[in-house]
C-alpha cells in the first residue's frame, strides 16, 4: 500500500470536514450586500471585542469543528517516517492553516444576515485545531496504519464492511445535525 494513496484519502476527508465547518457557519445562506471596506472595517471591529458571551455550547461546537480538521491535515501532509523537525514545521503549518482558515469562515459570515463573526469562535476553532494537534500526536500514526490496513485489504468481506461502517457514520452525523448540542443539564433532562 503506497502511503500516498493514503495521504490523498486524509487530505479529502480534512477537506471535506473543513467544507462542512464553513457550511456550518454560513448556513442558510442568506446573503447580503456588503462592500469589501465595510466588511474589513466590520471585522477589524470585531476582532478587538473579545468576550465569551456565546453558550457554552457554541462554544463546545466549534472547538470539535477544528479537532478532526487539524488532525486529518496533519495525517495527510506528514510522512510516517518524518523527522522530529519536519514535524514540527508540519505542526506549524496546520496550526497557521487552521488560524487562517477559521478567519476566513469568520470574515464570509459578515455577508450572511443572522450570521455574527466572533472572536471568541476564532479561538475555539483554534483551541480545537490544537486538541487535534495533540491527538495526532499521540494517535497520528497508529490511525495512518489503520488506514493503511483498511485500504489494503481487498476482500468482498471487508468492502461491504467499510460500506456499512461508512454508512454509520454518515447516520451518526444526520443524526446530530443541526449541531444543537447542550451541556446543560436541564436540557438533557428535557
Known amino acids: 500500500m503506497s502511503f500516498s494513496r493514503v495521504r490523498t484519502v486524509w487530505a479529502i476527508l480534512a477537506f471535506c470536514l473543513l ?7 454560513l448556513v442558510p445562506f442568506d446573503w447580503r450586500p456588503v462592500t469589501l471596506a465595510v466588511a474589513l472595517a466590520q471585522f477589524r471591529q470585531e476582532l478587538q471585542e473579545f468576550s465569551f458571551d ?26 510516517s517516517r518524518a523527522t522530529v523537525r519536519a514535524r514540527i514545521v508540519s505542526v ?9 482558515s477559521t478567519l476566513a469562515i469568520e470574515f464570509a459570515q459578515i455577508w450572511c ?22 491527538a495526532w500526536l499521540v494517535a497520528g500514526r497508529t490511525a495512518t ?11 468482498r468481506e471487508s468492502q461491504i464492511d467499510w460500506l456499512l461502517q461508512a454508512y454509520l457514520v454518515g447516520l451518526a452525523i444526520y443524526s446530530v445535525m443541526p449541531l444543537d448540542l447542550t451541556i446543560r443539564p436541564a436540557e438533557i433532562y428535557r
Open 19 to 25: 467544507a462542512f465547518a464553513a457550511y456550518g457557519s
Open 54 to 79: 456565546g453558550s457554552r455550547s457554541d462554544w463546545s461546537v466549534n472547538v470539535a469543528l477544528f479537532v478532526p480538521i487539524s488532525f486529518c491535515l496533519l495525517c495527510a501532509i506528514v510522512p
Open 92 to 100: 506549524i503549518v496546520v496550526a497557521v492553516t487552521c488560524v487562517c
Open 145 to 155: 496504519q489503520w488506514l493503511e490496513g483498511y485500504l489494503a485489504d481487498r476482500r
Open 113 to 134: 444576515a443572522g450570521r455574527v463573526a466572533s472572536v471568541s469562535d476564532v479561538f475555539a476553532q483554534f483551541v480545537g485545531a490544537a486538541i487535534g494537534i495533540v
